[in-house]
T-cell receptor, first 112, second 114 residues
Framework: GDSVTQMEGPVTLSEEAFLTINCTYTATGYPSLFWYVQYPGEGLQLLLKATKADDKGSNKGFEATYRKETTSFHLEKGSVQVSDSAVYFCALRLQGAQKLVFGQGTRLTINP | DAEITQSPRHKITETGRQVTLACHQTWNHNNMFWYRQDLGHGLRLIHYSYGVQDTNKGEVSDGYSVSRSNTEDLPLTLESAASSQTSVYFC?????????????FGPGTRLTVL
């Protein structure tokens, strides 16, 4: 079935470090791909999205490129801040569908 | 401003009791969703609705029910609460579009079943 796999967490980095959180997916057809972020005590917020192959989503210094050949959508940021500490979820939505399939989430902690 | 709210934010109940979690959105969205969040499992879909009088089962629907009598509300009912239903519950809503439909999430309800 359709699924999303994220790298195991938790991830701990120092401020200004480079971040990569891996995400791969299994799906029929051509899904849309999303990264959501959950700050402590809050609900999820959309961080970025890509709707077709080779699209690059970006927001708040984060980027992810839709790679159809490797079925991946890895999240990257060049220089993380303490305020980026949160749980990050990769998700997909099948063509024509409304519901999302989420990965298990990756907890990120940034130390000053 | 439009928003999505959940109540209560925290709930402690006993095994076997019926519990209802409320979700209310003012976006006028057609689609509404209930998820549960558990460590190691991410978010799993419980039930969803694409409009008034429409409800559908998600991947973990056993022991839960929903009803949609208006656009704004999708209450989630645990018929007979079990300890395995201790979790954080999130409601979300979205508009129907063909290429991009962001889901907006509520703040969550933390439910503890003793």
């Amino acid at each position: 079935g359709d699924s999303v796999t994220q790298m195991e967490g938790p991830v701990t980095l120092s401020e200004e470090a480079f971040l990569t959180i891996n995400c791969t997916y299994t799906a029929t057809g051509y899904p849309s791909l999303f990264w959501y972020v959950q700050y402590p005590g809050e609900g999820l917020q959309l961080l970025l999205k890509a709707t077709k192959a080779d699209d690059k989503g970006s927001n708040k210094g984060f980027e992810a490129t839709y790679r159809k050949e490797t079925t991946s959508f890895h999240l990257e940021k060049g220089s993380v801040q303490v305020s980026d500490s949160a749980v990050y979820f990769c998700a997909l939505r099948l063509q024509g569908a409304q519901k999302l399939v989420f990965g298990q989430g990756t907890r990120l902690t940034i130390n000053p | 401003d439009a928003e999505i709210t959940q109540s209560p934010r925290h709930k402690i109940t006993e095994t076997g009791r019926q519990v209802t979690l409320a979700c209310h959105q003012t976006w006028n969205h057609n689609n509404m969703f209930w998820y549960r969040q558990d460590l190691g499992h991410g978010l799993r879909l419980i039930h969803y609705s694409y409009g008034v009088q429409d409800t559908n089962k998600g991947e973990v629907s056993d022991g839960y029910s929903v009803s949609r009598s208006n656009t704004e509300d999708l209450p989630l009912t645990l018929e007979s609460a079990a300890s395995s239903q201790t979790s954080v519950y999130f409601c979300a809503s979205s508009e129907t579009q063909t290429s991009y439909n962001e889901q907006f999430f509520g703040p969550g309800t933390r439910l503890t079943v003793l």
